[in-house]
């Protein structure tokens, strides 16, 4: 989960993190929806999950 983590955190878009990867937009959304909900980051208007899921996994480290 490392590479996707690391992806994830690099603020990159969807796209932009498709084709450093070598891999489909639809592979990346549901990479992050998975890593998201693995997380338990529901969606709400206040918080940014992506952000969110990066301090995550750099206070499990």
Request: glycine residues 6%; charged residues 25%.
């Amino acid at each position: 989960m490392i590479p996707a983590v690391a992806a994830l955190s690099s603020g990159q878009p969807p796209g932009g993190i498709a084709r450093r990867l070598w891999v489909t937009e639809g592979t990346v959304e549901k990479h992050v929806r998975h890593i998201l909900a693995k997380l338990s980051l529901s969606e709400t208007d206040d918080d940014h999950r992506r952000a969110l899921a990066v301090v995550t996994f750099l206070e499990t480290r």
